[in-house]
């Protein structure tokens, strides 16, 4: 069987598995989140924490929750890392310096997982499992939250109350992320996956010295790791470690958790609203882009010049051979597509524009099919903007879902779709401009330039991956990419937040003969165009200076 054909069956293979499990994953989760009763475990946890989940909270009061918890985790999360050196099960390893715990406190509670540090030097089994893979769970479950309150915007009428975020956060957490992330993780640990609590020991003798590994809790932490769209891997090849993702079957499964959430959240929205046909047209988009996306980076891994790329089979530079190009360049596109950036193979060694393609799929928002509720409220906030250029287009005031887009909607969504952008070429902007951050470059040139601009990108877009060849691990970008992890995560979220509210509060409009009917394959047509003019006009010249000036060079 050749290569090409191995990357179209498994590219098969896991359309097929997410569509099996589309319409039960998605109903349940409707169901969570519409549900009255609380189990007896939840009640626990809203005694403990001093919450009543059936007060119905305004989007100021559900924001409020949203901030409150996440700064608790970021403080929580930091002064572990800083108190590592006094604490059990540390492995020897000392305290993680202030900048460090700063970035990866926020990483992981924004949900992005940047690491600028190797896991398996610098982090013991109490931080990796109390606190990397608890935020793994929580900051997975306050994406969905927010995701479901803004659907509750649409579905709801003459009010401004969007459910209870404590409600939603133990909801998610309890009944879908640690259900199913337990067993992927007894799937893992079947396929080869370590699972351990061991500690650091030698395994053999390489070039006259020994190498050495610690164990960990690997499999539980990897499965959440992709199930919650997180990426953080317990070492720092991430997804392309053997004690990881040992196994072709176990890369596949892999890539199918980190996709089945965001894609099945659209039959969760569209039951939620009163019509599955709206799911449908928004899964639609978002397959379209992520199918489209593949078949891009499978053209320009394969179809390489030269003698050498033609033996090869593709380009196998930065790829591990027991995955080979097509199943690397599926992890590739999936990882930057939703907001996972977990890694199987370095994106730094991809093509000129297999490497612009991972660029632009986190450019595009992480909207196809994104995070795990952050995919959803992004792709709805584009849903907005594309009926409202379709009301121009007509001169009828726009709609969706029976709620009118007035001035006030479309400056939230319009604010939304800026945040991420500004942050991306303002950091890129200054750190090109001065003189210390350009030393953390490995290459000169284009490829450099992209290394930077990956680097924000990811960040500001909560993605988390890196293109590998460039030091972060310096005051500057610690920093600079700590703050682009904190606005891109919660600047936006703010501004889902206040237009549920104020969809809330409308009254629906009836449907007439001349409503955008936005279940249609035309509306899914306008979407994607809408998704793709907007997001090359904002970063295409940054991407002509990086990917695509060394892919044409190439």
Same mark, same amino acid.
């Given at each position: 069987?050749?290569?090409?054909l191995?990357?179209?069956?498994q590219?098969?293979?896991?359309?097929?598995?997410?569509?099996?499990?589309?319409?039960?994953?998605?109903?349940?989760?409707?169901?969570?989140?519409s549900?009255d009763?609380?189990?007896?475990v939840e009640?626990?946890?809203?005694?403990?924490?001093?919450?009543?989940?059936d007060?119905?909270?305004?989007?100021?009061?559900?924001?409020?929750?949203?901030?409150?918890?996440?700064?608790?985790?970021?403080?929580?999360?930091?002064?572990?890392?800083?108190?590592?050196?006094?604490?059990?099960?540390s492995?020897?390893?000392?305290?993680?310096?202030?900048?460090?715990?700063?970035?990866?406190?926020?990483?992981?509670?924004?949900?992005?997982n940047?690491?600028?540090?190797?896991?398996?030097?610098?982090?013991?089994?109490?931080?990796?499992?109390?606190?990397?893979?608890?935020?793994?769970?929580?900051?997975?479950?306050?994406?969905?939250?927010v995701?479901?309150?803004?659907?509750?915007?649409?579905?709801?009428?003459?009010?401004g109350?969007l459910?209870?975020?404590?409600a939603?956060?133990?909801?998610?957490?309890?009944?879908?992320?640690?259900?199913?992330?337990?067993i992927?993780?007894?799937?893992?640990?079947?396929?080869?996956?370590?699972?351990?609590?061991?500690?650091i020991h030698?395994?053999?003798?390489?070039?006259?010295?020994?190498?050495?590994?610690?164990g960990?809790?690997?499999?539980?932490?990897?499965?959440?790791?992709?199930?919650?769209?997180?990426?953080?891997?317990?070492?720092?090849?991430?997804?392309?470690?053997?004690?990881?993702?040992?196994?072709?079957?176990s890369?596949?499964?892999?890539?199918?958790?980190l996709?089945?959430?965001?894609?099945?959240?659209?039959?969760?929205?569209?039951?939620?609203?009163?019509?599955?046909?709206?799911?449908?047209?928004?899964?639609?988009?978002?397959?379209?882009?992520?199918?489209?996306?593949?078949?891009?980076?499978?053209?320009?891994?394969?179809?390489?010049?030269?003698?050498?790329?033609?033996?090869?089979?593709?380009?196998y530079?930065?790829?591990?051979?027991r995955?080979?190009?097509?199943?690397?360049?599926?992890?590739?596109?999936s990882?930057?597509l939703?907001?996972?950036?977990?890694?199987?193979?370095?994106?730094?060694?991809?093509?000129g524009?297999?490497?612009?393609?991972?660029?632009?799929?986190?450019?595009?928002?992480?909207?196809?099919?994104?995070?795990?509720?952050?995919?959803?409220y992004g792709?709805l906030?584009? =849903?907005?903007?594309? *009926? @409202?250029? %379709?009301?121009? /287009?007509?001169?009828? +005031?726009?709609?969706?879902?029976?709620?009118?887009? !007035?001035s006030?909607?479309?400056?939230?969504?319009?604010?939304?779709?800026?945040?991420?952008? =500004?942050?991306?070429? *303002? @950091?890129t %902007?200054?750190? /090109?401009?001065?003189? +210390?951050p350009?030393?953390?470059?490995t290459?000169? !040139?284009?490829?450099?330039?992209s290394?930077?601009?990956?680097?924000?990108?990811?960040?500001?877009?909560?993605?988390?991956?890196?293109? %590998?060849?460039?030091?972060?691990?310096?005051?500057?970008?610690?920093?600079?990419?700590?703050?682009?992890?904190l606005?891109?995560?919660?600047?936006?979220m703010?501004?889902?937040?206040?237009?549920?509210?104020?969809?809330?509060e409308?009254?629906?409009v009836p449907v007439?003969?001349?409503?955008?009917?936005?279940?249609?394959?035309?509306?899914?047509?306008?979407?994607?165009?809408?998704?793709?003019?907007i997001?090359?006009?904002?970063?295409?010249?940054?991407?002509?200076?990086?990917?695509?000036?060394?892919?044409?060079a190439?």
């Open positions: 069987m050749g290569p090409v191995a990357g179209v069956l590219l098969l293979a896991l359309i097929a598995a997410l569509a099996l499990c589309y319409v039960p994953l998605g109903n349940y989760m409707a169901k969570v989140y549900s009763k609380h189990w007896r009640k626990w946890i809203y005694k403990g924490i001093g919450a009543n989940p007060t119905e909270m305004r989007w100021p009061a559900y924001l409020r929750g949203v901030l409150a918890f996440s700064a608790a985790g970021i403080l929580f999360l930091y002064l572990l890392q800083r108190l590592q050196g006094v604490l059990p099960g492995l020897g390893f000392q305290a993680v310096d202030p900048d460090q715990a700063f970035n990866t406190a926020v990483s992981f509670v924004t949900n992005t940047w690491q600028s540090y190797y896991g398996e030097q610098a982090m013991g089994h109490v931080v990796q499992t109390a606190g990397l893979a608890v935020q793994n769970f929580v900051s997975a479950a306050v994406g969905i939250a995701a479901v309150a803004l659907v509750r915007g649409f579905a709801r009428s003459r009010t109350d459910g209870n975020f404590w939603d956060l133990v909801r998610g957490t309890i009944r879908i992320l640690v259900p199913l992330a337990a992927a993780a007894v799937v893992l640990v079947a396929l080869g996956a370590i699972q351990n609590f061991s500690g030698e395994v053999g003798q390489f070039m006259g010295g020994s190498q050495q590994w610690n960990g809790a690997v499999a539980s932490q990897e499965a959440i790791k992709e199930l919650g769209t997180n990426g953080g891997g317990y070492f720092n090849a991430n997804s392309a470690h053997p004690f990881e993702n040992p196994t072709p079957f890369n596949l499964f892999e890539i199918f958790l996709l089945v959430i965001p894609f099945s959240l659209t039959r969760t929205f569209g039951v939620l609203v009163g019509s599955v046909k709206q799911g449908y047209a928004i899964l639609a988009t978002m397959g379209t882009i992520w199918v489209g996306f593949v078949a891009l980076m499978m053209w320009t891994e394969f179809a390489h010049h030269g003698p050498a790329f033609q033996i090869a089979g593709g380009a530079e930065g790829k591990e051979n995955f080979g190009v097509g199943a690397s360049s599926i992890f590739a596109v990882t930057t939703t907001s996972t950036g977990a890694v199987d193979s370095f994106h730094s060694s991809f093509t524009l297999g490497g612009g393609i991972t660029m632009l799929s986190m450019m595009l928002g992480e909207i196809a099919p994104g995070g795990t509720g952050s995919g959803l792709i906030i584009l =849903a907005i903007i594309a *009926v @409202f250029i %379709a009301g121009l /287009m007509v001169g009828r +005031t726009p709609e969706y879902l029976g709620k009118k887009i !007035g006030r909607e479309i400056k939230l969504a319009a604010i939304y779709i800026l945040i991420t952008p =500004a942050l991306v070429l *303002v @950091f %902007a200054f750190a /090109m401009a001065l003189p +210390t350009g030393n953390s470059m290459n000169s !040139g284009a490829h450099g330039f290394e930077i601009l990956y680097a924000y990108t990811s960040a500001s877009n909560n993605n988390g991956s890196a293109f %590998a060849g460039l030091n972060a691990d310096t005051q500057w970008f610690n920093t600079t990419l700590g703050l682009a992890m606005f891109g995560r919660f600047l936006p703010v501004f889902v937040l206040a237009l549920a509210g104020s969809l809330a409308q009254k629906p007439t003969a001349g409503t955008l009917r936005t279940e249609k394959p035309l509306f899914t047509g306008l979407l994607v165009g809408a998704i793709l003019i997001t090359g006009l904002t970063y295409f010249p940054a991407l002509a200076l990086g990917p695509l000036a060394e892919g044409l190439s």
